[in-house]
């Protein structure tokens, strides 16, 4: 089985310009989460769907960021206009949510290959 | 503000010695998993301990849950090259928050 797709692998724009970054969660999988890592923050959650809706969007850094789950097979993160410190490595990841909400967090996440953005 | 602290930041190590990396807080988490990232990766799930006081054994790899649940630590037993990779924890109460993690590096 296919895991987590990511595209891009890779992206390099100026600041200003809009940056689409592309996931396809494993199928079957009905949570998803969009994580952003960087050397200085670490690893941060920024947002995450359980069944296409989105549940928890308080680590989005701000209005500049925003995703979509339109179907079950499909998300993205948008940033828009893209700034230097936006330059980080961007996962997907997808969990099958089995549990209930207080135990989610014990669910095993599958991250994808990430996406290394650079904005110059 | 719930913070995971890992320690230490960077480890390199001869092959066939021993480690131990930890994972602390102040708050309490009902759940903690580790994970191993390689370079150009994303991380992979090694275990999620759940209940205080709690002992998991991969291979080499032994993982403990603090009786307070509070913090975890992680010991290598006669490390080997293919464990060197960036090692996580992250813990769980409403939402996940990761550490920053343990560069660990396994000289042959």
């Known amino acids: 089985d296919a895991g987590v797709i990511q595209s891009p692998r890779h992206e390099v724009t100026e600041m200003g310009q809009e940056v689409t970054l592309r996931c396809k969660p494993i199928?079957?999988?009905?949570?998803l989460f969009w994580y952003r890592q960087t050397m200085m923050r670490g690893l941060e959650l920024l947002i995450y769907?359980?069944?296409?809706?989105?549940?928890?969007d308080s680590g989005m850094p701000e209005d500049r960021f925003s995703a979509k789950m339109p179907n079950a097979s499909f998300s993205t993160l948008k940033i828009q206009p893209s700034e230097p410190r936006d330059s980080a490595v961007y996962f997907c990841?997808?969990?099958?949510?089995?549990?209930?909400?207080?135990?989610?967090?014990?669910?095993?996440?599958?991250f994808g290959p990430g996406t290394r953005l650079l904005v110059l | 503000t719930q913070l995971l602290e890992q320690s230490p930041q960077f480890l390199s190590i001869q092959e066939g010695e021993n480690l131990t990396v930890y994972c602390n807080s102040s708050?309490?988490?009902?759940?903690l998993q580790w994970y191993r990232q390689e370079p150009g990766e994303g991380p992979v799930l090694l275990v999620t301990?759940?209940?205080?006081?709690e002992v998991k054994k991969l291979k080499r790899l032994t993982f403990q849950f603090g009786d307070a649940r509070k913090d975890s630590s992680l010991h290598i037993t006669a490390a080997q090259p293919g464990d060197t990779g960036l090692y996580l924890c992250?813990?769980?109460?409403?939402?996940?928050?990761f550490g920053k993690g343990t560069r660990l590096h396994i000289l042959p």
């Open positions: 990841a997808s969990s099958l949510a089995l549990l209930s909400a207080r135990d989610r967090e014990q669910e095993t996440q599958y």
């Open positions: 199928s079957g999988h009905n949570s």
């Open positions: 769907f359980n069944n296409n809706v989105p549940i928890d």
């Open positions: 708050s309490v988490f009902s759940s």
């Open positions: 301990v759940v209940t205080g006081g």
């Open positions: 992250a813990g769980g109460s409403d939402k996940i928050i």
